[in-house]
């Protein structure tokens, strides 16, 4: 169960970092410009001038993100963009038109649309105001398919943050020939953060890394797994020190016949590792399993992926075959110091 | 004179800080190849000396020399039981989990012998002991005799210097006790073995070459 909780949370932290990187890939955003604080960045919109006038940058786009009740059962992402943002450019609208600024209106991903039985045309109430659905889009991560998308200066309003916005996302002119794309992007960091004192801007792929959603589902998917983990590894050491009490003469035997100390806690050590990995592998498809009942569920289905990559596994593997080792050494050395003519005696 | 196999020195051993003395200052020795009864009431410490011998336990006071070797100092207890004693209990103490043919095997896993050696030296061993038919059962499938037969075969495994049984013949019927017997001592006198066997039957004491008395703790006779 502790590794079929590691797998569902850190494999659903992964998924969320995972979907993170492909919004900003698809939507050809090389660098997000923030404030240096961790939980929530809030900067002024009218920085996005200054950020245009770099040479460097080819477009710039304020953008607000925050989550948001839609109704008492489903919440989702809500993302505020200016109606001529460049990231619009990688939505596919599968019905309705594109948004206008200032207008109470929005746009649904498709799997949203289809957890909400929304449909363009519809009115959709949010924190109290009407809005209308105005175009259903087809978005290439869940971050996209499950979101709302409304005009900038609407989710301002509504989030009472005008002239407010979480991050400016910028997309890079090609870097110039003979000039290495990495050295590139450091370079128009430097003269970004030059430009917007007390601004951080962060590349693409670190940021879906280290956005405060991602770095916080990633800390509580640790600790609760942790917790698991460590009720886990009791669980063993106790299955363990029943096992090798109940199977004292059986110690004794192996000792009478010649058995070494360390051959007993290897054996002992050893049946604690199978222990280990068989519920490492339960706990594997059970994440697994969890992971994909989370990306069905409306409740959930807008910020899970069933993103299950193969070093996660691998990693769960291995502290599941740790957590084995680590609950069954006490048992192992307890084992091992048994007398051989008491052993025997055991019934 | 042969040179001890086994040689007691002033053997004390005592439990619960001192309170059960099991074993007074025994001295004893038992010559290579020698077939040699220790009988004597229950709790006269026949079982503890037999302990000491097979190097199933450590004395209070006193020494238990291996072919002049102190057991414990120069040569470890575990080396000893694996390389030099096989044991036999009233009890046949067999895994219940291990098929015969398994359980043959345990001894020659704790001195790492390879799968195939172990195997076949185990089978050979259970066809030694006429159990060519049962050697895939488990011992909740064998009789009495057969689980002992087991057990025998396990004690030889390692090919021992020392066969060591305690009441080997203490859960068995008399048909069984007496072909359980038979074969110790066939063993015995084939490979050249010492044996020694703790009973309270007097037949068996008498068939042994030498027969050693203990009361109280001491050797009486």
Known sequence: MAIGAFMGLVGFSNAFEQAWLRLYTSSGTNIAIIQRTFLSTSLDESATPKVKALPAVAQATPVIYNVMDLTPEVNALVYGWKADSYELESLQLLSGRPLRDGHPEVMLGDLLANSLSKKTGDMLPIQGSPFKVVAVYHGGSALEAGAVIMPLDQLQRLS?????????????????????????????????EAALPGLRAVPAAE???????????????????????????????????????????????????????????????????????????????????ALHLLAALPQSAGIVSTYFPLPLVAKALGISILAGLTAGAIPAWRGAQLSPVEALRHD | MTSPALEVRNLFKSYDEGRIEALRGVDLSIADGEYVAITGPSGSGKSTLLHMLGGLDSPTTGEVLFRNVSLGSTIDLDTYRSRNVGFIFQAFHLMPTLRAIENVQVPMIGLNRGGFNRATRARDLLREMGLENRMEQYPNQLSAGERQRVAIARALANDPDILLADEPTGNLDSVNSARIMEILIGIQQKRGMTLIVVTHENEIAHAAARQIRMRDGKIEA
């Open chain 1, 207 to 289: 940021r879906a890394e280290n956005n405060q959603f991602v770095r916080l589902a990633n800390a509580s998917a640790w600790g609760t797994s942790s917790i698991a983990l460590l009720i886990g590894i009791l669980g063993i050491a106790n299955t363990m020190a029943m096992s090798v009490f109940e199977r004292t003469r059986e110690i004794g035997i192996l000792r009478a016949l010649g058995w070494k100390r360390g051959q007993i806690m290897v054996l002992i050590q050893l049946e604690a590792t199978v222990l280990g990995l068989g519920g490492g592998l339960m706990g594997v498809v059970i994440g697994w399993g």
């Open chain 1, 160 to 192: 009472s943050l005008q002239g407010k916005v979480s991050t400016i996302h910028v997309r890079l002119r090609p870097a110039p020939s003979g000039e290495a794309p990495d050295h590139y992007l450091k370079r128009v960091q430097a003269q970004i």
